[in-house]
């Protein structure tokens, strides 16, 4: 994944979770917002890995200077550490274990005795310490204080139970940690949690209890305790006012939902476009040819960042001599071509002159595939693709 990769996923979720709020969440469409919610974050994700290649006839050639491997370098590269690459995968550990410990708590031991099945769904008894009504997989725990409402409340959680909105849940966990340094991932939690109530509460009322009766019983339990996070308590008291508010908006369409279809479209093809490269036009000629940089300024020239020094830092940290060709005496040249694509992209690397050697031109082509976007050229004030040939010499 590049950085340009990465950095679009998380604009993206940004984006969809935008656009979620603005078209979608105040609608009374739950079955299509439970899927943008579920989905929303895989399409944000795959969007930066489609890419397609626009023709172009404009293609610079740059020869750049030859790069010498020597062995006794190589000993002194000491590994180059990511820590930002570390700290990303040590959040989402921790992520990870805050969310198994809280699931393990869940469902383990409860102090609670089985006392029914409904529709299909087990029914169990908590103590009069432990939490509050909720729902987990296909269990249903009753608090004891809410015995006055037992059919209402066995009815909600059985719509979360029979949709399986837990395991929505143990997915945004899993988002989560992908995407713990995002703010926008909580927020989208916390609404997948809201409009799962939505989505039950539709269901009581589509059995034929008045809005009222449903409102005042759902008053009635304000100030029992919350369920947290990977349960659905019937009784959420930060989502109350809007769940009431919301029982004039069932199933009713909004055009607003139609305009996610075209933003979401613009959001695709933007990002596509960014990742997407131009092909270059096909050489008449397969042979290998040192040309000239073509253009008479420098500017023209694709940069890699840190220019000139900044590539052979990274080539000569990155360049490992083949331990078996060490032990052989082996040497050799290398030319490599790739392209820099209009958008900095690296591509198309291949072999065109070979060292001889196998080992050493996997190694040169390698290296080259793991370089980071560069500045793309320059040609009348606009950015081309360049075809870069790269001389390596391996010597001991």
């Given at each position: 994944m590049t950085l340009l990769q990465f950095l679009l996923i998380q604009v993206n979720l940004v984006i969809l979770f935008g656009l979620y709020k603005w078209l979608a969440a105040k609608?009374?469409?739950?079955?299509?917002?439970?899927?943008?919610?579920?989905?929303?974050?895989?399409?944000?994700?795959?969007?930066?890995?489609?890419?397609?290649?626009?023709?172009?006839?404009?293609?610079?050639?740059?020869?750049?200077p030859a790069v010498e491997v020597v062995n006794e370098a190589q000993a002194t590269n000491a590994a180059v550490i990511d820590w930002s690459q570390v700290g990303i995968v040590a959040g989402a550990l921790v992520i990870l274990g805050i969310f198994a410990y809280s699931m393990w708590k869940l469902v383990g031991v409860k102090r609670a005795t089985y006392i029914e099945d409904y529709k299909g769904k087990d029914?169990?008894?908590?103590?009069?310490?432990?939490?509050?009504?909720?729902?987990?997989?296909?269990?249903?725990?009753?608090?004891?204080?809410?015995?006055?409402?037992?059919?209402?409340?066995?009815?909600?959680?059985?719509a979360h139970c029979k949709n399986r909105h837990s395991w929505d849940l143990v997915l945004m966990a899993f988002y989560k940690a992908l995407f713990w340094y995002n703010p926008a991932v909580y927020k989208w939690g916390k609404e997948m949690q809201l409009n799962h109530e939505y989505l039950a509460d539709a269901h009581v009322l589509s059995l034929g209890v008045s809005p009222k009766t449903y409102g005042a019983t759902l008053l009635a339990l304000n100030f029992s305790h919350s369920g947290g996070n990977l349960v659905h308590a019937f009784n959420q008291p930060s989502s109350l006012r809007k769940r009431i508010v919301h029982f004039k908006h069932q199933n009713k369409f909004n055009m607003k939902h139609l305009l996610l279809i075209p933003a979401v479209a613009a959001m695709a093809f933007a990002t596509t476009s960014m990742v997407s490269t131009n092909a270059p036009k096909q050489a008449t000629n397969s042979t290998i040819h040192t040309p000239a940089v073509v253009g008479d300024e420098e500017g023209t020239q694709p940069t890699y960042p840190g220019g000139k020094e900044g590539l052979m830092n990274y080539l000569m940290t990155n360049l490992k001599y083949p331990k078996e060709l060490e032990k052989q005496g082996a040497e050799g040249?290398?030319?490599?071509?790739?392209?820099?694509?209009?958008?900095?992209?690296?591509?198309?690397?291949?072999?065109?002159?070979?060292?001889?050697?196998?080992?050493?031109?996997a190694e040169a082509v390698r290296v080259i595939n793991n370089m980071q976007n560069?500045?793309?050229a320059m040609k009348d004030g606009k950015k081309v693709a360049a075809e870069m040939t790269l001389p390596i010499m391996f010597k001991l």
């Open positions: 609608n009374g469409q739950f079955n299509f917002n439970r899927w943008y919610l579920i989905l929303g974050p895989i399409i944000a994700i795959a969007l930066p890995f489609f890419a397609f290649e626009r023709s172009s006839d404009i293609t610079l050639s740059v020869l750049l029914v169990y008894l908590l103590s009069s310490e432990d939490g509050t009504t909720h729902s987990l997989f296909n269990r249903i725990y009753l608090h004891p204080s809410h015995a006055d409402f037992r059919e209402i409340i066995l009815e909600h959680e059985y040249k290398v030319f490599v071509k790739f392209t820099v694509a209009e958008n900095g992209v690296v591509k198309d690397v291949n072999v065109v002159k070979s060292s001889g050697f196998e080992a050493l031109d560069w500045e793309p």
